[in-house]
Each structure stands twice: as C-alpha cells, then as structure tokens.
DNA sequence: CAATTAACATACGGGACGTATGCAAACTGG
DNA sequence: CCAGTTTGCATACGTCCCGTATGTTAATTG
C-alpha cells in the first residue's frame, strides 16, 4: 500500500494551501478572503495554515514569491535574444502584457505592497526587478544605453509598466489602450539609447 | 452666548473625523486603524462617523480626495512657469519629493490603490493625473514633445514617480537615492523631448 | 410653538484572526 | 520490534472590529 513519505504529504499540504490562497487572493484580495474560507476550500483547516505559515501574512508571502519566481521565468525566457536592445525592450512589452493578468494585478502589484512593509520587498526583492536592473547594466556596459544608473532606472521604468498595466485594466476593452501604451512605451525608452535610432 | 449655527458644527466634526483619519492611516495604514480608537481621539464615537461618512471607505475616500487635492495645488503651484518644458520637469521632480512623506506614501500610493478599487479612482480620478495630462497635451500641441499620447505617458511618468519615490523612501538614508533619481528622471524624461537639447 | 428632521451616542450581532490545547501518525534509537 | 519523542494538523477559545439598528437630544421649519 503506498505509504507516502511524511515530507511528501507536508508539500502538497503546503502546496494545496499556495493553491487556494492565490485563487481567493486574486479573487477577492487580501483583505476580504477569510482563512476559515480558505483552508476549508483546501479540505483542511486553520490549524495547517498556522503551522505552516506562522498567519496570514506569512500565506501571502509564500504566494507572491512563487508568483514573482513565475513572473520573472516567463520573462527571461522570452527576452533571450542576442540583441540586447531589442531583448529589453520586448522584455518590457512582455511584462506589460502580463501585468494585465488580474491575479499579478491584485496580488503582486496591489496587496502585497500594501500588506507586507517594504521591508519584505527589499530583502526579498522582485526577482523582476533584480533581472531587469542586471539586464539595464549590461546594456550600459555595452554603451548600447548612455551613462545612468540601472537600479534607478529599472525601478522607474517598472513603475511606468504597472501603472499603465493597471490602467489598461480598467478599461472596458482593454486592447485599444494596450496599443497606446506599446507605441508610447518605445517613445519613452528612446531617450534611454544612446545611438539614435529608434 | 456664541450658538454656533449647525453647519458649521458639522464641518467641525467632519474635519476632525478626517484629521485624525489621515493621522491613524498614515501612521497606521487604513488596514490597523480601528474606527473605535480613531472616533474616541477625536472625540467622538462611531456613531458620527457612519452617519457622514457611511462605511471605514468613506472616511478613507476622503481623506485621499483632501489629500489628492493638495497634492495637485502644491504641484501647480510650483510649476507655473512661462517655459513649458522647465515646468514639466521641475513639476515631475517636485512630485517626487512630495511622494516621499509617509502619509502620502501609505494613504495615496498604497492603501487608496488596494482599498478603493479602480472603480473610484476612475471617476474622482485624481487631480494631479488631469494636471499632467493637460500639461502634457499643451506641449504636444506647442510641438515641445514629439507625438505621442498624453494619457498615457502621464500614467507612465506617474508610475515611473511613485515607484522611485517608494524606492527612496526605503532606505535609511534617502539622499542619494533622490539624487540618483532625479538625475535618471532627466534622462529618461530627455526622449519625449521634440528638438535635442536636454 | 408644535412637528419634524438631522446629528450623534449606545447597544447588538456576526465574523475573522491568532493562540492554546489536544491527538494521532511518523520518526528516532536501542 | 518497541517505547519515547517530535511534528503535522484539528479543535476550542478569547478578543477585536465592523456595520446596523435603535434611541436621544438639539436645531430647523411652517
């Protein structure tokens, strides 16, 4: 009879727990997904939660670290050219895209700022953020960008991608501000290169 | 004897509702605010907060639009000037240093995007959002910026900002940061500019 | 001056979180 | 193979907080 190892069964409890969490997070936000809810949609109870993840916070956590490793995989194996310029730049469009998805909008982009501090943002910081930032210093070694600072410019450059991403999501058709968002987006990081032409 | 007249004694009480609002939020983030704690500082009950103010929402949606407000009549304050393109950038510079305060951090960037959904923001979009985007499309129209669509650069810009100025505001000490930000913010505002020089 | 309305206080119910406790299964060493 | 211990998870409890329903007092209206 298969008896499953003990660590086995604890990662699919884990993963069970990941599971619902991100549904009814996205769904319902943080704020108003209720832990009794949710555990029992799991087929468990508060008890694994709290073992597992110390509170809610700590779910939500683990939730939006699998999300942003998820995010940043998609993105580095879609960016894989070996034109910088042109790797980086559909990078950005690439993240645009995917920053429409209403799960990452709620989640990553909404709740996870407001309700885990910075200080869980900085030592955990966006593996998003930590490619793109290594992605920009590379480019400027290269001098295919002038003289700047990549870390600055990374988070400047994600913060114009979120918030167009959050305002093309509001919209009843989305598509025609996604275009606009594209077309201004090459406008906007044409002042980043430093030989001319767009 | 000085009887007050009614309205007057009802801003009275709406104003100290929200003062302390904006004090129990920014402090504590609309999340750990507890309305029993927040009404009894102000000296009163829940009882006068639902009656004005309806639900937790309501109090926070006005002290965000009180707060947008005044955010944007700095902003505009600062940047009337003759040459466009100065204003531009020393408004998008001074919105920078006004994003790093605590208050406007917790309240306007994080909890007003998490709490009231898009929807709200939607339509009392806020003030400094209209601004840019006027600003921005008398430029386009002087020919100062090349084509492009002022709606969404604002967004963009605005995004870019916030995101540097929650960046900043992480560190212990802030300067540097600030300083590489608004150097960058030069640099990347440089590509919307219609004719060469920085 | 009576009637009504509005500003606020008080009282109540439901729900959610976190902790303390309990139990049973799996690991450990002899 | 077996006793002891650890650990994954469930159950039970207390506390806090929000929203509503109800009451009371003061101002306004005709």
Redesign the interface.
């Known amino acids: 009879m298969a008896r499953r190892a003990r660590s086995e069964m604890i990662e699919e409890t884990r993963g069970k727990l990941v599971a619902a969490a991100r549904e009814a997070f996205g769904r319902l936000?943080y704020?108003d997904t209720s832990m009794d809810d949710l555990t029992a949609t799991a087929g468990l109870t508060r008890g694994a939660l709290y073992h597992h993840f110390g509170d809610k916070k700590g779910l939500l956590r683990a939730v939006v670290s699998a999300m942003d490793a998820e995010i940043d995989e998609r993105l580095n194996a879609a960016s894989a050219t070996p034109d910088h310029w042109a790797g980086f730049v559909g990078r950005c469009r690439l993240y645009l895209e995917t920053a429409l998805e209403p799960d990452i909008q709620r989640i990553v982009l909404?709740?996870a700022?407001?309700?885990l501090g910075?200080d869980y943002l900085?030592t955990s910081r966006h593996a998003c953020h930590i490619s793109l930032t290594a992605r920009l210093a590379v480019m400027m070694a290269d001098g295919v960008v002038?003289g700047?600072?990549a870390?600055?410019?990374a988070?400047?450059?994600?913060?114009?991608?979120?918030?167009?991403a959050?305002?093309i999501?509001?919209a009843d058709d989305p598509a025609p501000?996604l275009a606009?968002?594209i077309?201004?987006?090459d406008?906007?990081?044409?002042?980043?290169r430093a030989s001319g032409q767009s």
């Open positions: 936000g704020a909404k709740d700022p407001t309700f910075s900085e002038h700047g600072d870390e600055t410019l988070h400047m450059i994600n913060g114009a991608l979120v918030d167009a959050l305002w999501a509001e501000r606009r968002a077309a201004n987006l406008l906007l990081l044409s002042g980043l």
